[in-house]
């Protein structure tokens, strides 16, 4: 599957985002898709994701209450909603999937994940 990340930009401290990964080459139905993000001299973290069937989904907690994923089925598109951002917001923001199946435990690791998109720039500015 191939991952198209993009939505970042410069956004002042309280703002919002909206960043959008499109899938293409395979069905979404047995993956999970994640947004992980990296800021400079730190290591790739995972943000949160989402189970492409059913549709739960899964935030680390200093995001919990901000940041909302979903599902477009019709743009094979998952979608980040990044609202009340903060400064330390600011990283490369990437997309990534991995097939999974019904019941599984969520996967938080870069290391877990087999396909990327490109990075995009988020930068929350004070």
């Known amino acids: 599957v191939q991952l198209q990340a993009s939505g970042g930009g410069l956004v002042q401290v309280g703002g919002s985002l909206r960043l959008s990964c499109a899938a293409s080459g395979r069905t979404l139905s047995t993956y999970d898709l994640a947004w992980f993000r990296q800021a400079p001299g730190h290591e790739r973290e995972f943000v949160a994701a989402?189970?492409?069937?059913?549709?739960?989904?899964y935030y680390i907690d200093s995001v919990k209450d901000r940041f909302s994923l979903s599902r477009e089925y019709a743009k094979n598109t998952v979608s980040l909603q990044m609202n009340s951002l903060k400064p330390e917001d600011t990283a490369v923001y990437y997309c990534?999937?991995?097939?999974?199946?019904?019941?599984?435990?969520?996967?938080?690791?870069?290391?877990?994940?087999?396909?990327w998109g490109q990075g995009t720039q988020v930068t929350v500015s004070s």
């Open positions: 989402i189970r492409w069937s059913g549709g739960s989904t």
């Open positions: 990534a999937g991995k097939t999974t199946w019904y019941g599984s435990s969520w996967y938080r690791t870069a290391q877990d994940y087999n396909y």
